[in-house]
């Protein structure tokens, strides 16, 4: 099999994201986020072992698995002054910038935004991209260890 046999052949082989794997401090306050605020299902939680701390495995929905949280002391998160970006092309130090998520629609992100604002958690005015993505909105939030989340939906009257 030629290099070019082999890249087209695997080329259409990529069925998506299986899982991120990301460090947090707290993973009780971490699992608490994502369940309760976000309400996303808690695949496992597993206690720790000889190779490492405790962990837990979140799922978004859609295909794959989601986000494998580690336990880590001492974790260290690069964040913004202000926390959250006030405009698109604002990066944090190193190679995270954020994590997307998506929603079915504008009723699903307006309470999410609900939700976030009554437990006072910072968020960004909804912002939409613009010519490269039409009719998409977005929002950013941080969880609890200061990791960004971007919540992203396609607006109704451009679905």
Same mark, same amino acid.
């Given at each position: 099999?030629?290099? #070019?046999?082999?890249?087209? #052949?695997?080329? /259409?082989?990529?069925?998506?994201?299986?899982?991120?794997?990301?460090?947090?401090?707290?993973?009780?306050?971490?699992?608490?986020?994502?369940?309760?605020?976000?309400?996303?299902?808690?695949?496992? #939680?597993?206690?720790?072992?000889?190779?490492?701390?405790? /962990?837990?495995?979140?799922?978004?929905?859609?295909?794959?698995?989601?986000? /494998?949280?580690? #336990?880590?002391?001492?974790?260290?998160?690069?964040?913004?002054?202000?926390?959250?970006?006030?405009?698109?092309?604002?990066?944090?130090?190193?190679?995270?910038?954020?994590?997307?998520?998506?929603?079915?629609?504008?009723?699903?992100?307006?309470?999410?935004?609900?939700?976030?604002?009554?437990?006072?958690?910072?968020?960004?005015?909804?912002?939409?991209?613009?010519?490269?993505?039409?009719?998409?909105?977005?929002?950013?939030?941080?969880?609890?260890?200061?990791?960004?989340?971007?919540?992203?939906?396609?607006?109704?009257?451009?679905?």
């Amino acid at each position: 099999m030629t290099g #070019e046999t082999a890249s087209a #052949e695997l080329s /259409h082989a990529w069925l998506g994201i299986n899982h991120v794997s990301l460090a947090t401090s707290d993973l009780d306050a971490t699992v608490a986020f994502y369940r309760d605020v976000l309400e996303m299902r808690v695949l496992f #939680e597993a206690p720790a072992n000889p190779h490492h701390g405790r /962990h837990a495995m979140i799922s978004p929905g859609g295909a794959g698995m989601g986000f /494998h949280f580690f #336990e880590v002391p001492n974790t260290q998160i690069a964040r913004l002054p202000a926390v959250v970006p006030t405009k698109p092309g604002e990066f944090l130090p190193g190679a995270l910038q954020h994590i997307a998520v998506t929603l079915a629609d504008d009723r699903s992100a307006l309470a999410l935004r609900d939700r976030l604002i009554a437990r006072n958690i910072p968020i960004t005015p909804i912002l939409e991209p613009g010519r490269f993505a039409p009719g998409v909105r977005i929002f950013l939030f941080p969880d609890p260890s200061g990791l960004l989340l971007k919540a992203t939906w396609v607006r109704a009257d451009s679905a």
